[in-house]
């Protein structure tokens, strides 16, 4: 999924990026003097971190990897001809098919859990609601935000975007703005690297650039801590694990190709990349593999 996957991620993709709420157009004055509206209430606060135990045993942590479905998609857009076979198959999901596959998800009575749920879960036991989901979107796509987070509010479901931050601002991508609100919606924010290279490959000061520096950048602009992390491509290796510790992350969510490390199950969280074209019973099937 390489080079093709790339080609897909850094091309220009998506729409507009723009989250705030929608203009009107300029009325006239009123013919009589009105009292100003009341200020409008400020978002709600996003719920505390539940406890967790990051020194659980992971003979502990290993089976309950298994408990909660964890799924991603990347862009929500219409297919277009110069889309490959292998990007309209997993990476650029049409809209309507996204609000199906959400709509399958609420009709099977699943509820969305963050990934702070999903750790106190894994360490500590945390209960989770009946049918737990994680919802997952990678890459900072700005179609995650005009077409992804109007769905999800529709459904009043919560979900966590792995943000890279080298495009944040450019067209077609997410801005800082974009991110900021995220968080403030009830989102989870999550870094994703600085430019997409491959994790299993850093050397020098690739973990600074790849590692710190994304989440020192996410930390500012949301005002609060940065904790879990995803792989570009999915691609790991164990040699990752004691540089992301130093960066700070807690978890690292890979996709589905390699078995959770049975001895760092935190950093080796596995996810299903969602098939473009998957209605609900097939949805439904691949979250029920292990």
């Not at 009123?30 to 009292?35: F, K, Q």
């Not at 978002?43 to 992971?58: F, H, I, R």
């Not at 996410?218 to 940065?226: D, K, M, N, Q, S």
Request: hydrophobic share 40%.
């Amino acid at each position: 999924m390489g080079s093709s996957r790339r080609s897909v991620l850094l091309g220009a993709a998506g729409a507009a990026v723009l989250v705030a709420a929608g203009c009107s157009t300029s009325a006239a004055p009123p013919a009589v003097p009105t009292s100003p509206p009341p200020p409008s209430p400020p978002p709600p606060s996003p719920p505390a971190a539940p406890a967790v135990d990051l020194a659980a045993p992971a003979a502990q942590v290993v089976p309950r990897t298994a408990d909660v479905p964890v799924l991603c998609w990347h862009q929500l857009r219409d297919w277009r001809p110069g889309d490959s076979a292998s990007a309209r198959a997993t990476l650029i999901c049409p809209p309507a098919a996204f609000r199906a596959q959400l709509d399958a998800l609420q009709a099977g009575g699943y509820t969305t859990i963050s990934p702070d749920e999903h750790l106190a879960h894994l360490t500590t036991g945390a209960p989770l609601p009946p049918k737990p989901v994680l919802l997952t979107f990678d890459d900072s796509q700005g179609s995650q935000i005009a077409t992804g987070v109007p769905e999800l509010a529709r459904r009043s479901m919560r979900a966590a975007f792995f943000v890279m931050t080298v495009p944040l601002g450019k067209p077609n991508w997410m801005s800082r703005d974009d991110v900021k609100r995220l968080h403030d919606a009830g989102h989870t924010v999550a870094a994703h690297t600085y430019d997409h290279h491959r994790a299993d490959r850093y050397t020098g000061t690739d973990w600074d650039t790849q590692l710190v520096k994304p989440r020192a950048e996410l930390e500012t602009i949301i005002g609060a801590p940065v904790r879990h992390f995803a792989y570009p491509y999915g691609d790991w290796n164990a040699g990752d694990f004691a540089h992301l510790d130093q960066a700070g992350y807690v978890t690292g969510y890979q996709l589905a190709e390699q078995p959770v490390d049975p001895t760092r199950p935190l950093l080796s969280l596995r996810r299903t990349l969602v098939g473009s074209s998957w209605g609900g019973p097939q949805l439904t099937s691949a979250m029920a593999r292990p």
